[in-house]
């Protein structure tokens, strides 16, 4: 199993960034896609994930309204829209994915996770 994460970057505040995710040795489309990040000297924490089908969407307070998540299942990928970017949402990003159903929002729900793509935000 394979989560290749991509398309940080270093930005200013109030600028766009759009990550992605490329799963590969799952059956994508029958998994929950989740997206998390860690700041320096933070914990990890959950930022958005979807259903297999997108009918399903949560989002943390802190990003909603500004992150939008997506998926397209023909091509095994995971997408979050960033916009109106902040410098606290600077961070390592993390895609994940979990054969779980339902409402995932915790680390332990994910059972594989990609290696992360940087996110900094300049004031």
């Known amino acids: 199993v394979q989560l290749q994460a991509s398309g940080g970057g270093l930005v200013q505040a109030g600028d766009s960034l759009r990550l992605s995710c490329a799963a590969s040795g799952i059956a994508f489309s029958t998994y929950v896609m989740g997206w998390f990040r860690q700041a320096p000297g933070k914990e990890r924490e959950f930022v958005s994930a979807?259903?297999?089908?997108?009918?399903?969407?949560y989002y943390a307070d802190s990003v909603k309204g500004r992150f939008t998540i997506s998926r397209d299942n023909a091509k095994s990928t995971v997408y979050l829209q960033m916009n109106s970017l902040k410098p606290e949402d600077t961070a390592v990003y993390y895609c994940a994915a979990t054969s779980r159903g339902g409402r995932r929002t915790e680390i332990y729900d994910y059972d594989y996770w990609g290696q992360g793509t940087q996110v900094t935000v300049s004031s």
């Open positions: 979807i259903n297999w089908n997108g009918g399903s969407i």
